[in-house]
């Protein structure tokens, strides 16, 4: 059964350092969000993105977020200089086109930051 | 304002007894979805079911169903004949009217576990 990966899945960091999580859409999706999840707190939209650009993001996506799909199947999430509140479970998910439903999400790459 | 709410923060079960996991939702959109996703220890975040506000039937999956109660504004989750593997957390969001609009609101979630 197709499914969206994630790499890494744990990645512990300094503050202030740059970080990329990586996934891997299904391939026939056309639509790629990010979330994240605080320990213990509620899943948060981060940003969509279409047709290779962003078509939403949230207030927490800020300057430091930055996203892109470089080679038509990575989808990475960069932090440009992570902060202590940066700490959370990141997930990757897509769908098809069409508002069908089914958003398919990754196992999470766990981020810490120290 | 879009809302979800679910108001149990925990469950004990009886294995293979039938689960109901509450969930009520808030909103103005005239379209709207309303997905099930269950979280293990482990993290992962796995897909349940999804229902369309305009779908004429309550979606199933297996031993999952959605109780959609679209004048209440509710749409609980029944895990029939629960397992062990069940014990998980449970999280009910909501996506907007737009196509692209799968910012999602989500529930606080409700931690289940299966005694047997």
């Known amino acids: 059964e197709p499914e969206v990966t994630q790499t890494p899945s744990h990645q512990v960091t300094q503050m202030g350092q740059e970080v990329i999580l990586r996934c891997v859409p299904i391939s026939n999706h056309l639509y790629f969000y990010w979330y994240r999840q605080i320990l213990g707190q509620k899943v948060e939209f981060l940003v969509s993105f279409y047709n290779n650009e962003i078509s939403e993001k949230s207030e927490i996506f800020d300057d430091q977020f930055s996203v892109e799909r470089p080679d038509g199947s990575n989808f990475t999430l960069k932090i440009r200089s992570t902060k202590l509140e940066d700490s959370a479970m990141y997930f990757c998910?897509?769908?098809?086109?069409?508002?069908?439903?089914?958003?398919?999400f990754g196992e999470g790459s766990r981020l810490t930051v120290l | 304002a879009q809302k979800i709410t679910q108001t149990q923060p925990g469950m004990f079960v009886q294995e293979k007894e039938a689960v109901t996991l509450d969930c009520t939702y808030d909103?103005?959109?005239?379209?709207?979805?309303l997905f099930w996703y269950k979280q293990p220890s482990s993290g992962e975040m796995i897909f349940l079911i999804y229902q369309g506000s305009y779908d004429q039937q309550n979606a199933t999956e297996g031993r999952y169903s959605l109780n959609f109660q679209k004048a209440r504004k509710s749409a609980n989750l029944v895990i029939s004949a629960s397992q062990l593997g069940d014990s998980a957390m449970y999280f009910c969001a909501m996506r907007g009217s737009r196509d692209s609009n799968y910012q999602l609101i989500w529930g606080a979630g409700t931690k289940l576990i299966i005694k047997p």
């Open positions: 998910a897509s769908r098809v086109q069409g508002a069908s439903g089914e958003l398919f």
């Open positions: 909103t103005s959109d005239p379209s709207y979805g």
